[in-house]
């Protein structure tokens, strides 16, 4: 498998090393890679910046996620992290995080990735509170083209929140963590798949989800983005899900309340993505075409 992206790769590949050297860094070095400071902390992975030099002397800067084999739960490394660097190797678009080289040194996986120097958009929007309609709109248009991106792949992501939404020196969006994301169709009879899996943040969760039902994940994806565009224009959750029954009940209604400065039309674009009816909600070309974003697409 290698990433379709060759030109601009330091390796662009999926290496197994058998070394006989013990020392991982050792091993990285070889390949041309140096860890640096970290950049995040999970149960079984860790993120950490790298420099890698060519053979030439050029350094660039990646982030290097690093599984740890003997820490990690069986159905992560059976089912969701063989399904997340399959569809990372599929993606090419300047919103989407790049994968560049993905080494296994023995019981540690290295994910080699595009570095997102800005930190996330929650951080960024918990240091400026709630964002300006300018800026709420270049954000979020950038991340509604990469999941226009995916969906006409047919895959879906069934894990948007705002920690997974990075940000480059240039405040550009980055998506990442496609961890939970999958194909939404049967790739033999090219028909539409119902998901039946639990995935993502409660709080980001729709009602179908958090109700045990099969559901559309290209809907999920559509419901998410309403909380986060809420979040970016309100600075504050839509739903609290601190009681998942209320939360459910509260969802169902229908009845979002806004502070009184949010944009009236930005509201419009907000509660059709936040549609409890699934039949009824709207989907990611109709949100590129809202009148919100409209002067960014035309």
Not at 26 to 35: A, C, F, N, P, T
Not at 230 to 243: A, L, R
Not at 252 to 266: M, W
Request: glycine share 6%; proline share 5%.
């Amino acid at each position: 498998m290698s990433n379709q992206n060759q030109d601009a790769n330091p390796k662009s590949s999926i290496n197994s090393h058998k070394s006989s050297i013990k020392n991982f860094d050792q091993i990285l070095e070889k390949s041309g890679y140096k860890l640096l400071g970290t950049i995040g902390n999970g149960s079984y992975a860790k993120v950490k910046e790298a420099e890698y030099t060519s053979k030439n002397g050029e350094r660039r800067r990646f982030a290097a996620k690093i599984i740890d084999r003997k820490k990690a739960p069986s159905d992560f490394l059976n089912k969701f992290l063989p399904r997340e660097l399959e569809i990372y190797l599929k993606l090419d678009h300047p919103n989407i995080i790049r994968i560049y080289e993905i080494m296994e040194i023995y019981h540690r996986i290295y994910i080699i990735m595009e570095l997102a120097d800005g930190g996330d958009l929650l951080d960024f929007i918990k240091k400026r509170g709630a964002l300006t309609n300018p800026i709420a709109k270049k954000m979020f248009n950038e991340l509604a083209q990469a999941i226009k991106y995916i969906h006409s792949l047919q895959i879906t992501h069934r894990d948007l929140k705002c920690e997974n939404i990075l940000l480059d020196k240039n405040y550009h969006v980055k998506l990442a963590d496609f961890g939970f994301g999958r194909s939404c169709i049967d790739p033999e009879t090219g028909k539409r798949i119902l998901s039946r899996t639990y995935c993502g943040s409660a709080a980001y969760a729709a009602p179908e989800i958090l109700q045990g039902t099969p559901y559309n994940p290209k809907l999920y994806d559509i419901w998410s983005l309403g909380c986060i565009l809420y979040i970016m224009v309100c600075g504050c959750m839509p739903f609290d899900d601190s009681d998942i029954k209320k939360m459910i009940k509260v969802q169902l209604e229908g009845k979002l309340k806004f502070p009184s400065k949010v944009d009236p039309i930005a509201k419009d674009l907000i509660n059709q993505m936040l549609e409890p009816d699934v039949t009824r909600r709207t989907n990611i070309d109709k949100v590129l075409r809202h009148p919100w974003l409209r002067d960014l697409n035309q």
